[in-house]
């Protein structure tokens, strides 16, 4: 199906989605719908994305913020600010520990973030099963690529080669990817982390700082140096074939064992984890649920549907009870699992 005949289906079902979200914001009664309203009024919401300004993150973040005012109860102006930082990890402590907790910030994180504690991982002030998951646009498969130059240039090379790539911070694709494979299957990635977000890595790429990324395909895809093809895909960090990297390999075939097989799966259901919007714990019932209302609602919209398109981004919406779910199940992982996935990642 061509990309513009998949956006037709997309926004029937993403309508249906969008319709039933606000049903279950009208459930909660007459009296709490139009108290929210009251509530956002006049108010500001800010939008803070975890990254730099540039990437696929807050890309989508800005266009999320231009069309969700109107299907946000009380019609409030929607703001977008750059808070980069270990691909969330700050802000995501910010909003667990200072946050207001009225609706009025919702950061935009790493999907890698909700499984760092589960992995051992440091600095983690929260626990994402508390935390008021909004949802996600889209479902990303992260990818690994290289400079055409370098001497990796297929995925088996990086079992005899050394790959210098660049990243950021805990938790971020871009350093615990190749930190993981390589320590799981023996990939021979070093890794530069403490730059500020994908575009700095991209411009490293191009001075020659580093030779290579993991990182979300749509990120990867909007940077100018694989925009004028001088980077190519050495494989797709994923559980299944992604339907627009055809031909390019999957890492989960790599496991040679069971025992490696399962430590994947655990490590790759941040996939389905998508590009998470994420607000404080602690909020009020009625106020989550309008709040996802709107933002399914958005994602359902057929202006907004095209405005993501002329910017190349593909909608595939998660919902956040669905990702609520994900982490939660992920956070029942057999013991012995858990444990073989975080001595991989070193810890």
Known sequence: MTRGGK???LASRLASAGALAVLACLACGPAAAHNTAE????KTVS??????P??????????IARHIPRHWPGNPSVVVQNQPGAGGLTLINQLTAVAPKDGTMIGLISRGIPLEPLLGGQGIQMDPRRMTWIGSPDRDTTVCAARKDAGVQRMQDLFEKELVVGATGSGADTAIYPEFLSALLGMKFKTVK?????????LAMERGEVQGICLANDSLARTPIMREGRASILFQAGLKPDDRLKDVPVGIDLARTTAEREALQL???RVALGRPF??????????????RAAFAAT?????FIEDASKQGLTVDAISGEEIAGVIEDAYKTPPETIARTMKALGR
């Open 278 to 291: 994420v607000a404080p714990p602690g909020m009020a019932a009625e106020r989550v649920t309008a709040i």
């Open 54 to 63: 540039g990437g696929a993150n807050d890309v989508w973040a800005r266009a």
């Open 267 to 269: 490590f790759f259901a």
């Open 299 to 303: 994602l359902a919209d057929k202006e």
């Open 39 to 42: 509530y956002f009024k006049g």
């Open 47 to 52: 939008f803070v994305v975890g990254f730099g």
């Open 7 to 9: 956006l037709v289906g």
């Open 194 to 202: 403490g730059y500020k977000g994908s575009n700095e890595i991209s």
